[in-house]
């Protein structure tokens, strides 16, 4: 089983740019397709990145050309570079560990969350 934590939210200035890192640990994500979604005030979760376990990604159309979705194996950890911070990319970000059918497919394998905040 595969614990998650989330790190690097924070309050950033419309434009500028942030790294939320994901730190697993008690199995290896090398087996996984990892994720990053958010969940703002009121409204669901959604997905906002994904990346397979050999490296394809997939985008919300919201932040193509924006973000992007990393992982490193061997330090176990997933990235989310987000560039252009808008205000409405403010919400909690959370990882996630799941797979592909056709698209990706969430496991129930969460970290905490991590706060985004983009206001100027």
């Known amino acids: 089983q595969v614990q998650l934590v989330e790190s690097g939210g924070g309050l950033v200035q419309p434009g500028g740019s942030l790294r939320l890192s994901c730190a697993a640990s008690?199995?290896?994500?090398?087996?996984?397709?990892m994720a990053w979604y958010h969940q703002a005030p009121g409204k669901l979760r959604e997905l906002v990145a994904a990346?397979?376990?050999?490296?394809?990604?997939q985008y919300a159309d919201s932040v193509k050309g924006r973000f992007t979705i990393s992982r490193d194996n061997a330090k176990n950890t997933v990235y989310l570079q987000m560039n252009s911070l808008k205000p409405e990319d403010t919400a909690v970000y959370y990882c996630?560990?799941?797979?592909?059918?056709?698209?990706?497919?969430?496991?129930?394998?969460w970290g905490q969350g991590t706060q985004v905040t983009v206001s100027s």
């Open positions: 996630n560990a799941g797979f592909y059918s056709s698209t990706y497919a969430p496991l129930p394998y």
């Open positions: 008690g199995s290896s994500i090398a087996q996984y397709a």
């Open positions: 990346v397979r376990s050999r490296g394809g990604t």
